[in-house]
């Protein structure tokens, strides 16, 4: 089969493996669509979040591995002592190993497991024809789904799992830093548990346009002061999202909020960051973050069927997997007019 495999910094290559059979508990797919993150991008870009060294405990792999962690796709084959699931089925990847015997995992909070890992990232992810993934991560994708649609769940759960997790209530302001695809996917998910007005802040117009689009009034904060011009416009804000992970946006979040009010932290920061404690304390302010998700799948996928969570508006491009580089991994970073690219593999 034909796979985007990761060997080291800027190093993919999409070439033949060997398509593997699902053992035990586990369920082969075939991928119909796939979606690029930013986890992949950082993987090739910096070469980080790669299982290299040792073998992940749960996957049992480490690099050179396939990537993608954002997929759909139709069951090819059954492992073993596997129900629930049939051969044809339309389905949806929830890509997080856990051990189910950690404390965590005991509580319901698998993804906090002490051996917690991604499939695309410690194990052999969705850039493939085939995939194989143990049989707890797949849910069912109803025929009114569209296999793109089903590429977009995994990240609109990561959004609507910090969503739910804030305080949010209907009829307050929020604020959304980071117009990337997570920033988006939060701005649809607060809208639909009842924002009341969404400011997004940005530095690039491209995306700005892209949460106009949604419903956000945008602020781009190289050409403006993002928290004077919305504590001006909106009179102070009561959540604000952190989704693009650097100083200038972590200050701005807790300075827009009002007091009482609530900054979530979803971006994956790779450098310490300085919290103005000082100030969170004045306004008894609180500062909280969200790790993916857990048990959510379902919900997310519920609410795109009902039209609640219009996700194909984040897409803005398709291609094809042997143009992974060139026009997926490399035109991110360079062209800030996508937001979302799909990778179509069978489709």
């Known amino acids: 089969m034909k796979a985007a495999v990761w060997y080291g910094k800027k190093d993919v290559r999409v070439e033949e493996r060997e398509v593997k059979a699902a053992q035990a ?18 993987a090739y870009h910096h070469g980080v979040g790669i299982q290299e060294g ?35 089925d339309r389905v949806v990847v929830e890509p997080l190993y856990h051990c189910g015997k950690c404390e965590y995992c005991i509580q319901g909070r698998y993804n906090q497991c002490t051996q917690f890992g991604f499939v695309g990232l410690n194990g052999d992810g969705g850039f493939a024809e085939y995939v194989v993934v143990e049989s707890y991560m797949v849910h069912a994708l ?46 649809l998910s607060a809208k639909a548990a009842g924002a009341s007005e969404i400011y997004a802040v940005d530095v690039f117009d491209e995306r700005l346009n892209l949460a106009a689009k949604l419903g956000a009034i945008p602020v781009n904060s190289a050409q403006v002061n993002a928290t004077e011009t919305i504590l001006q416009q909106s009179g102070g804000i009561d959540i604000a999202y952190e989704a693009a992970g ?11 909020i009002k007091k009482g009010g ?25 500062l909280t973050s969200t790790l993916a998700y857990r048990h959510i799948f379902p919900e997310v996928v519920s609410l795109i069927a009902e039209g609640a969570l219009d996700v ?25 007019s996508h937001a979302k690219i799909l990778i179509e593999i069978n489709g």
């Not at 405990?57 to 596997?82: C, R």
């Not at 650097?246 to 827009?256: G, H, L, R």
């Not at 803005?316 to 042997?322: A, G, R, S, Y």
């Open 54 to 88: 040792d073998k992940h405990p749960l996957s049992g792999q480490n690099a050179p591995l396939t990537l993608g962690h954002e997929f759909a796709g139709v069951v090819s084959e059954l492992g073993d002592n596997v129900s629930g699931i049939n051969i044809g």
């Open 312 to 336: 194909k508006q984040v897409i803005t491009k398709k291609i094809k997997l042997d143009n992974i580089v060139e026009e997926g991994l490399e035109l991110l970073m360079s062209d800030k």
């Open 142 to 187: 109803p025929d009114n789904v569209s296999f793109e649609e089903g590429a977009l769940v995994e990240p609109t759960a990561v959004a609507l799992h910090a969503v739910r997790h804030s305080k949010l209530k209907v009829g307050q302001k929020v604020a959304v830093y980071g117009a990337g695809p997570i920033g988006l996917l939060t701005i």
């Open 262 to 286: 609530e900054v979530v932290v979803i971006a994956a920061i790779p450098t310490p960051l300085q919290v103005n404690f000082f100030e969170l304390l004045v306004k008894e302010a609180n």
């Open 246 to 256: 650097v100083q200038p946006t972590m200050d701005s979040a807790i300075s827009v």
């Open 25 to 42: 508990g586990q369920v082969k797919i075939k991928v119909q669509y796939a979606g690029i993150c930013g986890s992949d991008l950082h």
